[in-house]
């Protein structure tokens, strides 16, 4: 008699699934609820820069100490009570091999914290897309105001003493496809930079070697600018995956602990 419920249970283990998607769904569910709930606490304390999905790319230089600590955080936590989640609520393997079930349940938490990760993000991204389409038809009458990554230098580059030319609009659109062009090639071109000389001695009344060197200034000031940005972006994505590669790891640690717990649970 023994024998056969053996038997049997052995069969229904074999043709049932290895993966519990309930408790894997639950878990992810509560990783990514406490990732926004941290993130909007960061944001609280002005860590807001912490965000990967952050509007603009710059703001990744603000990134210090205290917020990427603050993001391994919320991946340690988040990670973790979603895979101990999933760990207590999948169905209980007895009839397998205790190696089989640590790997079963680590995979289990690997799941979460996957699952998890891209429901955060396609939040994330559907609320930027919104706030950017409501920024953007709010602020369409204001886009010639509008900050550009390079609007700052390309309005030092026209300032002039003299008052009457302060109402004249600036070629800026012009400036900002011959930088564009210029960081794509990483130079600009000996005629692009005659041109933009002439433009700014034509509007501010300077000398054309003065020109030239206010030209050069610019071009400096925009590569440092550009260079700074990218190695500060390049920092930040770095710690990121750091931060993603331990909250994988937490939660598949997390989800054998709740394994453990959930197989020693005594029947009353």
Known sequence: ??????????????????????????????????????????????????SPWSNMG??????????????IMMQIISSAVGGYVAGRLRTKWSTLHNDEVHFRDTAHGLLVWSVGLVITAYFLTSAATTM????????????????????YFIDTLFRSERPKEVNN??????????????????EMPAADKAYLAQLVAARTGIAQPEAEKRVADFLTAVRQTA??????????????FLAFLIGAF??????????????????I
């Open 1 to 50: 008699m023994l024998t056969a419920l053996t038997d049997t249970s052995v069969i229904r283990e074999a043709n049932s699934s290895a993966v519990s998607w309930p408790a894997v769904a639950g878990g992810a569910f509560v990783a990514a609820s406490l990732s926004l709930i941290l993130l909007a606490l960061g944001a609280g304390f002005g860590l807001s820069s912490i």
């Open 58 to 71: 710059a703001s990744a230089s603000t990134v210090g100490a205290v917020a990427i600590a603050w993001l």
């Open 132 to 151: 950017v389409g409501g920024t953007a038809e709010n602020g369409a009458s204001a886009s010639s105001t509008s900050y550009t990554p390079n609007g």
């Open 169 to 186: 609009p600036l070629p800026a659109a012009e400036v900002e496809l011959i930088m564009a062009n210029t960081l794509r090639q990483n």
């Open 227 to 240: 260079d700074t940005a990218r190695k500060a972006t390049a920092h930040f994505l770095l710690w990121t």
């Open 250 to 267: 937490c939660a598949s640690y997390a989800a054998t602990i709740g394994g453990r717990q959930r197989d020693h649970v005594q029947l």
